[in-house]
């Protein structure tokens, strides 16, 4: 076995030249003065090598170490230079496999499912705000800490309800990595609770049944643009929003028929006011 004195003192050749220690380690002492720790082993009868470094960067203990490991990986079958491949292999598609990346791939994936362009233009706002901060990062090594820093700071804008949406939106965002087999966990699951909740301002509502009467009446005595006064006879039927009853109100003027569609259920009724 070999010492740390021993290796000290191991001067070059003219040709490279070995110096073993144990369980297949050696080290390759090359002509230029590099000193090379190597392992041998045999997988399914083959011999193979393999690089554990240069000495002293990597000590002879450490060697001794990456040698064992080596051993325990052909003592459970496994070849272990096909492991550190593997390893290598997924650490370069981690480190490629960034936040943004991940992000604008479930945002074409909304677009395929026919998301609404509101949708759509809302998702990208939000990877936008995000993206300073961890767009560049591997989302597998993305922490619950960086994204709260993150929603943090548009938190202390005095931007509470788009901070908790943002952290919703995050949260798809990595609940699809971890479909998608390119994270291990969710971060954004842990930060519930961990932002500020504002408090629910309530709108005005007519309550009263002759208020509402009044209302109605005045809706009908309405005296600008015609669809304008369509569009407020129908609201009290529907309660929808008003891009969804104009859209609701063009579908039936073309004349669709068709219920499984997306859109609101306008009866026949309904229409005459048109």
Not at 140 to 157: V, Y
Not at 210 to 230: F, M, Q, W
């Amino acid at each position: 076995m070999l010492t740390t004195v021993q290796i000290n003192a191991l001067k070059p050749r003219e040709k490279p030249y070995k110096v073993a220690d144990e369980k297949g380690l050696y080290l390759l002492v090359s002509p230029s003065g590099s000193y090379l720790w190597r392992v041998k082993f045999r997988f399914h009868g083959i011999e193979k090598k393999m690089a554990l470094g240069r000495y002293p960067d990597v000590s002879l203990k450490e060697a001794r170490k990456k040698c064992d490991e080596a051993r325990e990986q052909l003592s459970g079958g496994q070849d272990p230079l096909a492991v550190r491949l593997q390893a290598k292999v997924e650490a370069e598609l981690a480190a490629r496999t960034t936040f943004r990346v991940v992000a604008d791939e479930f945002i074409e994936k909304m677009e395929r499912e026919a998301k609404a362009p509101a949708t759509l233009k809302k998702a990208r706002w939000f990877r936008d705000l995000l993206d300073p901060s961890i767009g560049h990062r591997p989302i597998a090594d993305i922490t619950a800490h960086e994204l709260l820093q993150s929603l943090k700071r548009l938190e202390r804008k005095g931007h509470h309800e788009s901070a908790i949406r943002l952290r919703s939106f995050s949260g798809r965002i990595f609940r699809y990595a971890v479909a998608t087999l390119r994270a291990q966990h969710n971060p954004a699951d842990i930060l519930r609770g961990a932002l500020t909740t504002p408090k629910v301002k309530h709108h005005a509502a007519l309550l009263d049944p002759v208020k509402v009467g009044e209302l109605l009446r005045a809706i009908d005595g309405y005296g600008g643009k015609i669809e304008t006064r369509i569009a407020l006879q129908l609201a009290p039927h529907v309660y929808l929003r008003p891009g969804e009853l104009r859209k609701g109100v063009k579908r039936r003027s073309k004349g669709t028929p068709d219920r499984r569609r997306r859109g609101p259920p306008f009866s026949d009724n309904m229409m005459l006011v048109c």
